[in-house]
């Protein structure tokens, strides 16, 4: 049980320099916080396209699945930068689990922003995939303060807690990058398929906009 209120004490604002995890507990945190990120993302995806019961469930199934295979292709990149940079002493269990709380903490948002966006697919079709994509970005935002906040709160004692910045820099752009890949080789997530959802060949198709004729 400790893991799991420590996953909340570490998404939430309250001091947790007291906190003590062993491997196990952390490696539990970590399974527990993916899973529970997983099915925060379907209910977004539910929600992105509440307007039709066939593209909800896909949703429900391809939200998740992207946020999961982004993730894992980032990861190994992220390791070796970290195994790289961070202090002596400081484990890539520490890595995994605040990647976890971070991508808890932002599903999380997602799932609470998920009544909002529903009601916007539901009864405006301008405005609810503008709506939908910025709660995405909300929590993108929030998911990448949480990685910074958790990283730093998991180092061990006196290790700088600037060694963080790099790793999570790094973290953002490969997954943005993998993620709006992936994004353009499935189907769209909105009602209609945004320049994020493109990948690489949306600046190609603009650059070829821009070229006399």
Known sequence: ?????????????????????????????????????????????????????????????????LLVVSGAVSLPAVLLCWKLTAADGAPALDLLAAYAVAVFGGTLVLAALSPLVAL??????????????????VGLVAGAALFRRALGRLLPPGAPRRSVALPVALMLVVQLATLSQLASVVSPVFSHRTVFGRGIDALDSHGAEAEPQ
């Open 1 to 65: 049980m400790q893991p799991v209120i420590a996953l909340f004490d570490l998404v939430s604002a309250r001091d947790a320099s007291s906190l003590t995890l062993g491997r196990n507990q952390r490696l539990f945190l970590a399974a527990f916080g993916l899973l529970c990120a997983i099915v925060f993302a379907a209910v977004w995806g539910l929600a992105v396209s509440a307007t039709t019961a066939p593209a909800a469930l896909a949703n429900a199934v391809k939200v998740p699945m």
């Open 120 to 137: 916007y697919a539901h009864s405006s079709g301008f405005a609810g995939p503008y709506v939908a994509f910025g709660s995405a970005v």
